[in-house]
């Protein structure tokens, strides 16, 4: 890991209210999720601690809670609305509740600004959001197989399959509820979002190989999606 003193690019995942004038925040860096005191955060700085705004910061300190020294816009902010909006926030849970402190993923970074990027543009959001979740779940170890099974066999087009969480996916002879079609599995593999119920399957797969490393607590912003 480079030198914090060294300002490097961030984005802010979640910020709160620390002691009297102080923000206890949550940024997401290429060195990974670091948590640091921004102060005077009703100033200029506190302005730009918010979502989706490309930032530089320069950290100071070398415990596990880090000091703001100089905080930057570092380019333009995305603008979020409605179901983009909440997507986003999704996404910032997730990568709070998921990466270890000062655990650099570069990858994860490029993939999470990228996404937001589409999220501005209007792509369809349930094929970004599916693409981050694989991606974070892999760059985490968390990944598995989507064209083949737990014992190398190729995934077939008319099989049946569950997830054996941190294994991959089993074939099933018994019709069970829950089970994923061989047809929808290999879509996924190719992105191929036209193939009718890949992506409700992809939801479904994603939530099931989550929920493991969630700890069984749900996830605040999924709620933003069933308000009216």
């Known amino acids: 890991m480079p030198p914090l003193d060294l300002a490097q690019p961030a984005y ?3 910020s709160r209210a620390y002691r009297e004038s102080s923000a206890l925040v949550d940024f997401l860096t290429p060195q990974g999720r670091l948590r640091a005191v921004l102060r005077s955060a ?3 700085a506190g302005t730009l601690a918010r979502p989706f705004v490309p930032l530089e910061v320069e950290f100071r300190g070398r415990g596990e809670l880090k000091n703001v020294g100089r905080m930057e816009s570092a380019g333009v902010a995305t603008w ?3 179901d983009a909006l909440f997507s986003g926030l999704y996404l910032n849970e997730l990568l ?3 990466l270890a402190a000062e655990d650099p993923h570069p990858q994860v970074f490029e993939h999470y600004a990228a996404t937001l990027v589409a999220l501005a543009a209007g792509r369809p959001l349930e094929p970004l959001l599916r693409s981050f979740e694989w991606r974070l779940l892999d760059a985490l170890g968390y990944g598995f197989a989507l064209s083949e099974d737990i014992h190398g066999e190729p995934i077939a087009a008319d099989g049946r399959y ?3 969480v941190d294994a991959g996916l089993e074939r ?3 019709i069970q509820p829950g089970l ?3 047809t929808e599995l290999l879509a996924m ?3 191929d979002w036209s193939t009718v119920g890949a992506l409700a399957a992809a939801k479904r797969l994603m939530r099931q190989a989550l929920a493991v490393h969630l700890g069984g607590k749900p996830l605040v912003s999924r709620e933003l999606f069933r308000k009216p």
């Open 180 to 182: 994923f079609h061989g």
């Open 80 to 82: 979020l609305v409605g």
């Open 96 to 98: 709070i509740r998921l």
């Open 189 to 191: 593999a190719e992105a």
């Open 162 to 164: 569950r997830l054996q």
């Open 172 to 174: 099933v002879e018994l």
């Open 12 to 14: 802010v995942l979640h």
């Open 42 to 44: 009703r100033g200029k």
